[in-house]
Structures are given as structure tokens and as C-alpha cells.
């Protein structure tokens, strides 16, 4: 069972946006406006991508903004991939709010493994909610903080959410990674 560091989260999300600000910002406001603007249908391509880019930066190789559109090479698994555990997490929350907090990690979680190389969503959800059931209480806490962090940018007249935003997207990768194996390989069973 992978265990998860919530500080080395915070530390990676923190360091990750200070390495690229401006690329994790637009990065940032593309995957928020695409996704809004297709009523949530482009939310698991744009946040895939995303996942790549930020995959490319940890294992040290450039990025470029554009790299946040590559979630489209693998359209149909990211769709599945975040439209599905979308709904199975809001299904959550709907029976009384307590299970949609403890699925939370399955969303990024998918989007990862999919970023990584998998190509069936269904199966991409599968290994999510097999790798976050193993670290139930870990992947709450740390999506618990990540998401604390994420919106302290509204105590900043909403400003703040441009800065604020990238640090927690960036956390997710790092908890992803780490419930993945923290090795970034995807290992599909």
C-alpha cells in the first residue's frame, strides 16, 4: 500500500509553481475556461494534459503551455477517465457529503493514471479506486489540505485563485504520483 506525504505535496505544489509560474498559471486558467465554456465535457482532455505537463516538468524535460492540449491524444480514456469518476464522486456527495470527500483522490487519480500511458478509462478508474481505497484516510487528508490551499485565493478579492489554483493542481500530481507508486511508472495490473 503506497502511503502518502501530504507536506511533500504542499512542498512539490509550492516548488512546481515557483519553477514555472506563468506556464502553470495560463496552464491553469486554459483548463478552467475550456472546461467551463464545454459545460464540464472537456474537463477530463484538458486535465490529462495538464497531468503530461506536469509529468514533463517533473522528470526534468521542457514544457510549453501547449502541452496542456495533449490530453486530446488520448480524448475518449480522459473523458471516460474524469466524466465518470465526476459522477461517481458527486454521487458521493450526494449521500450526505462524507463519501464524495473520501472518493475525492479518484479524479486526480484517474487523470493521472490515464496521463501516464492508460487507455481504457474504465480500467484507469478501477486502478484509482483500488490505489485510493488502500490510502483512504491519507488521500482525504491530503486532498482535504490541497483543496484548503487551492481556495485561500478568495480571500484575495478571487485574484488570488490564478496562484493559489496551480499550487493545489500541482499537489494532486505529486499525491496521484505517489499513490501510483511514486515512481511516475504506470503499472497496469
Known amino acids: ?18 519553477q514555472n ?8 486558467v486554459l483548463v478552467i475556461a ?16 495538464y497531468m503530461r505537463m506536469l509529468k514533463a516538468e517533473d522528470e526534468g524535460r521542457a514544457i ?7 490530453g486530446f491524444d488520448d480524448f475518449v480514456p480522459s473523458l471516460l477517465a474524469v466524466l465518470l469518476t465526476s459522477i461517481i ?12 470527500l473520501l472518493l475525492m483522490a479518484m479524479l486526480p487519480t484517474a487523470a493521472y493514471l490515464v496521463a501516464c ?24 487528508l491530503c486532498m482535504l489540505v490541497l483543496g484548503i490551499i487551492g481556495n485561500l485565493g478568495v ?7 490564478v496562484v493559489t489554483l496551480p499550487i493545489a493542481f500541482i499537489g494532486t500530481y505529486h499525491m496521484a504520483k505517489q499513490l501510483a507508486g511514486d515512481d511516475g511508472a504506470l503499472r497496469v495490473e
Do not use: Q, Y
Open 155 to 161: 480571500l484575495l478579492c478571487v485574484v488570488g485563485l
Open 1 to 18: 500500500m503506497a502511503s502518502i506525504s501530504i507536506s511533500s505535496c504542499v512542498s512539490a505544489g509550492f516548488a512546481g509553481f515557483k
Open 89 to 100: 464522486v458527486s454521487i458521493g456527495f450526494m449521500l450526505c457529503v462524507l463519501p464524495g
Open 21 to 28: 509560474p506563468v506556464a502553470h498559471i495560463v496552464s491553469t
Open 64 to 70: 510549453s503551455i501547449a502541452d496542456v492540449f495533449k
Open 34 to 49: 475550456i472546461s467551463s465554456v464545454a459545460f464540464g465535457l472537456l474537463a477530463g482532455p484538458m486535465l490529462v494534459g
Open 117 to 140: 500511458g492508460e487507455k481504457d478509462g474504465i480500467a484507469a478508474i478501477k486502478r484509482a479506486w483500488e490505489l485510493v481505497k488502500g490510502n483512504l484516510l491519507g488521500a482525504f
